[in-house]
């Protein structure tokens, strides 16, 4: 009888165990809808970073602490974009995987306060958000093995979607006259976008909101703005416009609209990744074009 109730009470705990959801806590909310859309329903998803929340500035809080240390899986953007989630982690000592969704990507090198250093905004290219949605689909394959043809499934129908974006932003993109290819924004996130295709990015911030612009350094960016003939120049959400928007007006440029750097839109057509880059090439067309 004893052997029965313990070969029970084994049968049970397995299918408890095997009906449990893969608990996954990402960093920021780009990372969260692309993990959503590979893994659907089959994970319990804890994000840290709100969507229209600024990573550079964020600080963890009791809950965010208490998903780390339970999680299994820790995914993260990695080239230096979340100096605080390694002492989180310690912090914690929290046991789950951490894994980079931009490992792999080649990183574009920036000069910043005389040094030169990554460019963490990666996913500002469609071609490294494969590189996202291939490194986050591995990884949870590799911690969920039951579930693993599911994610391939799924990841694969996304790069589809990503593809085709792709295809059609290259086609639009060549609509934008080369007169109007400056663009000025908050900080200095779009880079990698910028490289893609043939646009230069300049913003009176660097590359983490936290850097705070002199006075030198805007009454440059306003003199430029006068000599390139700069049509518009674009907020961010997660940043307060108040500054580019005098920027705007002693430059004599329009406010072309808000681009979504760091995070997603907590509603609207910019609150998935992909949603968030068609409305960014909207945008900036819509500004820009004659």
Known sequence: ????IALLSLSLSLFANADEK???????SILADITQKIAGEKLELHNLVSPDADAHVYQPSAEDAKAV???????ANGLGFEPWLQRLIAST???GTRVDASAGVV?????????????PHAWQSLANAEIYVRNISNALSQADPANAAYYAERSKA???QIHTLLGETRVRMTQLPEAQRTIITSHDAFSYLGQAYGLSFIAP???STEDEPSAADVAALIRQIRSDEVRAVFVENIREPRLIQQIATEGGAMVGGTLYSDALASSGPASSYLGMFKHNIDTLLAALNP
């Open 1 to 4: 009888m004893r052997t029965l």
């Open 22 to 28: 893969l608990k996954v806590v990402t960093s920021f």
């Open 69 to 75: 240390f339970a999680a299994d899986l820790i995914i």
């Open 93 to 95: 000592e929290a046991p």
């Open 107 to 119: 990183p574009l090198m920036l000069n910043e306060e005389g040094q030169r250093v990554a460019d």
């Open 158 to 160: 996304y790069i589809d």
């Open 205 to 207: 911030q660097g590359l």
